[in-house]
Nanobody, 111 residues
Framework: QVQLVESGGGLVPPGGSLRLSCAVS??????ISWYRQAPGNQREYVAG???????GYSRPVKGRFTISWDNASNMVYLEMNNLKLEDTAVYYC???????WGQGTQVTVSS
């Protein structure tokens, strides 16, 4: 059974940075993605990474966010730089094959 636990969210001013972490257990070589959901909006794709390190990003975050996977610790990270007000959302980790979700971590960008 796949379990995902996110951490690292918080309050940051515009232009700031945060690193989100997703602890992955039970994953048997499936790709992992980050999604986010802002109040009143649908959940949207942010970034994804395959087990061999191929990555993909949504257009709003490309060039600002970086996804990575530490195989030794089985952690997936989302490094977020130059954060904007519109990045405010709950961020979720997602295992594609099992369609498992974490509980989410809140990111608030505010001055």
């Amino acid at each position: 059974q796949v379990q995902l636990v996110e951490s690292g969210g918080g309050l940051v001013p515009p232009g700031g940075s945060l690193r989100l972490s997703c602890a992955v257990s039970g994953n048997t070589g499936n790709a992992i993605s980050w999604y986010r959901q802002a109040p009143g909006n649908q959940r949207e794709y942010v970034a994804g990474i395959s087990t061999v390190g191929n990555t993909g990003y949504s257009r709003p975050v490309k060039g600002r966010f970086t996804i990575s996977w530490d195989n030794a610790s089985n952690m997936v990270y989302l490094e977020m730089n130059n954060l904007k007000l519109e990045d405010t959302a709950v961020y979720y980790c997602h295992d594609i094959k099992s369609d498992s979700w974490g509980q989410g971590t809140q990111v608030t960008v505010s001055s």
